[in-house]
């Protein structure tokens, strides 16, 4: 079911980001932040369930952490996701408190950018927003 917002009295699918990461205590964060620029969330706190839901819902962008500390590792998970004709149009962007190595890894999975946390909101939206945008038009 999608989750619709009336604009201009049209009804347009609120596009869907997928964060996957085990840090709880971030959610509410990302869902706040992200719903202020009418951006719905998914969560999910380690990659096989994130990877099997982006392959039935395909969100419009996915937020990778790096650092999973149950399966594999979100760069694993990336490569796995570009690999794969379901979800590699999807971009994903790698989101860690993880060092350069990490990100290097990231970006050579596949990953299109990468969020250093902790984050600017106003950085975090717009970079959101531009992915968003770009898998809209």
């Not at 009418?38 to 790096?66: S, T, W, Y």
């Not at 694993?76 to 290097?104: C, M, N, R, S």
């Amino acid at each position: 079911e999608c989750l619709k917002l009336r604009s201009q009295d049209r009804c347009m699918v609120m596009p869907t980001v997928l964060v996957i990461d085990d840090d709880v205590s971030l959610y509410d964060l990302i869902e706040n932040t992200l719903s202020m620029i009418q951006v719905r969330c998914e969560f999910f706190n380690h990659a096989e369930a994130g990877i099997a839901f982006a392959k039935q819902h395909q969100p419009h962008l996915i937020l990778m952490d790096l650092l999973l500390p149950k399966g594999i590792k979100g760069w694993e998970a990336i490569g796995l996701l570009k690999a794969d004709a379901q979800t590699k149009h999807i971009p994903v962007i790698a989101f860690t408190a993880g060092t350069g190595h990490y990100i290097k890894q990231a970006m050579e999975s596949g990953a299109s950018e990468f969020i250093v946390k902790p984050f600017s909101i106003n950085q975090f939206q717009k970079t959101v927003m531009q992915y968003i945008g770009a898998t809209q038009q």
